[in-house]
């Protein structure tokens, strides 16, 4: 409880949930964070304001700012990265140096400094796309051959580093499925769609909407964080995902939106086609690892959808001042 924790990336989705869940429960935090347009402090000002959390400004590239905010540290979350795989397609050298790059100056940075645990948050993409089965830890070679955009690439290599390291120091590293949840910005499928519906426009489903996601709450992932915190094994990487039985087809999730927003899907769900051809079909992961250490995911996906339309419905404010940015991309 009395540990101090840096948050890398804490404004943005993943990390802001993850801090909310973290200081519910105590636990001394600093957030180091660049505030790109994924970044909002604005989601951590209540927390900033009643003196819960430290936030400081700045990127995980400038070593400085690095070596400042990991003063007094104990342990290391990692998540601060470019996200977004359409972005990549138009600035992949972005996506290499905060990626890659600060995760390298952050890895050395932190154990300079004597860091106790470093966990570096990863993805499912870096194994790419499989038709049939489960990947498992041992499936990811090294290097960055079976990740299939600039992100993922990018991904890809940062996770080798943190396993490189992970031979001399405390790293682990987490490769979680598809996260959805409140404060994720509405460039991504799901707040895109819940917002489109809440705006009157249509959910643009890409092909025939068959790409299979498993869909992780983002509170789900913060909890796996801390369980691995306390009895993660250094050196190691693990797998996270709900593994949903029967599996979730984008058009079945856009299904469950329209219904839980009270439209009809057969007119509100429009098929375009897929802007991105070579695009992931299908992402799953084999969770024994993490499963057999003691972590077991609440999975309840259509609560969980429910949870998540309820969020963007009562804070409209929120999504509504990122909308017009976040569109811009995909004309
Ligand atoms: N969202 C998902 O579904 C998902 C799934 C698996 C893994 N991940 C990984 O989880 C992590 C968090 O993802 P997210 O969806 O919350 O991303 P996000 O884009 O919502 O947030 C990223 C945060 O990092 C910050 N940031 C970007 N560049 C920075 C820099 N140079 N220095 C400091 N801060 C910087 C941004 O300001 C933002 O607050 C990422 O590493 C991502 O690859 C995400």
């Given at each position: 409880m009395s540990k101090k924790i840096l948050v890398t990336g804490g404004a943005g989705f993943i990390g802001t949930n993850f801090v909310y869940y973290m200081a519910g429960k105590g636990y001394d935090q600093v957030v180091l964070d660049k505030l790109t347009y994924a970044g909002g402090k604005d989601n951590l000002d209540p927390l900033i304001s009643a003196g819960k959390i430290r936030f400081q400004q700045g990127d995980i590239c400038d070593k400085n700012a690095v070596k400042d905010s990991l003063s007094?540290?104990?342990?290391v979350i990692h998540f601060a990265a470019e996200s977004h795989n359409t972005r990549s397609e138009t600035d992949p050298e972005l996506f290499y140096r905060t990626n890659v790059e600060g995760t390298r100056i952050m890895l050395e940075e932190s154990f300079s400094a004597g860091v106790k645990k470093f966990i570096h948050i990863s993805t499912d993409e870096v194994y790419g796309s499989i038709a049939d089965g489960y990947f498992a830890e041992g499936d990811k070679k090294l290097?960055?051959?079976?990740?299939?955009?600039a992100y993922s690439k990018s991904k890809s290599q940062a996770d080798d580093l943190a396993m490189e390291f992970g031979r001399n120091y405390p790293v682990i590293v987490l490769r979680p499925t598809n996260n959805f949840g409140p404060w994720q910005y509405p460039e991504k499928a799901l707040p895109r769609w819940i917002s489109n519906i809440l705006l009157g426009s249509k959910i643009p489903l890409w092909g025939e909407g068959l790409q299979v996601r498993d869909w992780l709450y983002a509170p789900v992932t913060s909890s796996c964080l801390e369980f691995l915190l306390e009895k993660g094994e250094a050196g190691n990487a693990y797998n996270v995902a709900a593994n949903h039985e029967p599996e979730i087809t984008n058009k079945t999730a856009a299904e469950w939106l329209c219904g839980l927003l009270e439209v009809d899907p057969d007119k509100w769900i429009e098929y375009i086609p897929d802007?991105?051809?070579?695009?992931?079909f299908r992402y799953a992961l084999n969770i024994e690892k993490i499963t057999k250490l003691g972590f077991r995911p609440l999975v309840d996906p259509f609560a969980q959808f429910r949870e998540t339309v309820k969020w963007y419905r009562e804070n409209q404010s929120w999504w509504k001042k990122r909308k017009e940015e976040a569109e811009s991309i995909y004309k």
């Open positions: 007094g540290i104990d342990y290097g960055d051959s079976q990740a299939t955009s802007p991105r051809p070579n695009h992931d």
